[in-house]
Structure formats: C-alpha cells, structure tokens
C-alpha cells in the first residue's frame, strides 16, 4: 500500500525564518513524488515534483529514498507563502499504477 | 487549468437523496480522479480510472459509485446522501507517461442536511 504522511497539520513561521515541511512516503515501488499547494480553499496548483529538481518561488524539494522522505524546504520564508501545502506519491510502476495518494496537508502561516 | 471543470459547482442535497458530480476534461487524458477534501484528513481519494470503462477504488469509496463512459467524462455518485459526505469534492486528470502534469478542477462544494 502507499501512504503519505505529513506530521505537521500547522506550521507558524517569521518572515525570512527558513521553513520545512516535512513529508514521509511509504511505497515498495518507483515512485514519483510531487508538492502541491492551495491558496484559500482553490484548486490546488502543483509547487514541485521530485523528477524535474527544479526550484519554484524559492522552494525546494529532495527525494531522499534512504529516508523514504520528501521535504520540502524554503531559506527565506514570504508571507505570501502563507496556505495549505500537500505531499502526494504517484505509483510509477506495478499494479495500481496511475494511483495518485496525497498526505493529509500542512497549513503554513507565515508571520510578518 | 486544462480544460476540467466540475459540476454543479456547489449544492445542498437532502439526507437520503441520490447526488452526481461531474467532472468534464478536453485534453483527453488518461487518468481521472475523485477525492473529497476534509479538515484534519486533506485529500483522501475516493476513486480514480485510468481509461473508458476502467476504474478502481482509493481509500474512501463506501458510499460512492463512479462511472466513465467516455474518456472526456467522470461521474462520482452517492447513491443516498449522508451527512457525513458533506465535503469538497476534487477533480484531477493526468496524462499517461511518466512527467505527466496533474492538473485539478476548481471543486463542488457538497452540503447534506
């Protein structure tokens, strides 16, 4: 089975204060790991995904498979970061591929 | 937005009665998803198909039908409404290949009284 989980239901930080939400993956397979985020209760907008390690509004995320963990992490905090934040694993590959899993989220509440 | 809307948008239904949601994509994808968007639990898939008449079950579909009869259209149905499925349902689509971008609709704001 795969799972997704986010320890963290709330994050408060200051303004450019680093941040790190954390998010653990658990999947046998090959997967591919995405952040999405969503701004006031909107669609969800993909942030990152682990197979393009590309850095979107100063965010970035490393897949680490030793660790089965996904972070993802920000030097210098904006409040305009301020909203929900959403780990998904995508299985890749074997039975039930196409299944797309999200953890439970991490509101993240920058302070000015 | 790839071209996915939800429908109806939002809507109050009765204890009992029978709802479908809608979900509408024009980019011919592949992959169709449902999940239903809760405080405290995030986004909990309910079902997901992966072509024409090709569907399978995600962590909370008691309760929930699904149907694809065509690729451009994924209909979620609660049989008998309860409160507990007072929610916000999400569309995803997804191409197939590895890459593939997942792209949302804008939710359909489910009320059961």
């Known amino acids: 089975a795969q799972r997704v989980t986010q320890p963290e239901k709330l994050l408060s930080v200051f303004k450019g204060a680093p941040v790190e939400l954390k998010c653990n993956y658990s999947?046998?397979?090959?997967?591919?790991l995405f952040w999405y985020v969503q701004y006031s209760r909107q669609r969800l907008q993909l942030l990152l995904r682990h197979i393009s390690r590309e850095s979107i509004k100063g965010f970035t995320a490393d897949l680490n498979k030793g660790e089965t963990s996904f972070h993802l992490k920000k030097p210098f905090a904006q409040e305009e970061d301020s909203a929900m934040y959403y780990c998904?694993?995508?299985?890749?590959?074997?039975?039930?591929?196409?299944?797309?899993?999200f953890g439970q989220g991490t509101i993240l509440t920058v302070h000015p | 937005d790839a071209g996915i809307t939800q429908s109806p948008r939002h809507k109050v239904t009765e204890t009992g009665t029978p709802v479908t949601l809608r979900c509408h994509q024009t980019e011919n994808h592949r992959y169709m998803y449902w999940y239903r968007q809760d405080p405290g639990h995030g986004l909990r898939l309910i079902h997901y198909?992966?072509?024409?008449?090709?569907?399978d079950k995600g962590e909370v579909s008691d309760g929930y039908s699904v149907s694809r009869s065509k690729t451009e259209d994924f209909l979620l149905t609660l049989e008998s409404a309860t409160s507990s499925q007072t929610s916000v349902y999400f569309c995803a689509i997804k191409g197939q290949g590895p890459g593939n971008t997942i792209y949302f609709g804008e939710g359909s704001w489910l009320t059961v009284v």
């Open positions: 198909s992966y072509g024409v008449k090709d569907t």
């Open positions: 998904a694993l995508l299985n890749a590959g074997g039975t039930s591929y196409g299944k797309l899993t």
């Open positions: 999947y046998s397979g090959s997967p591919e």
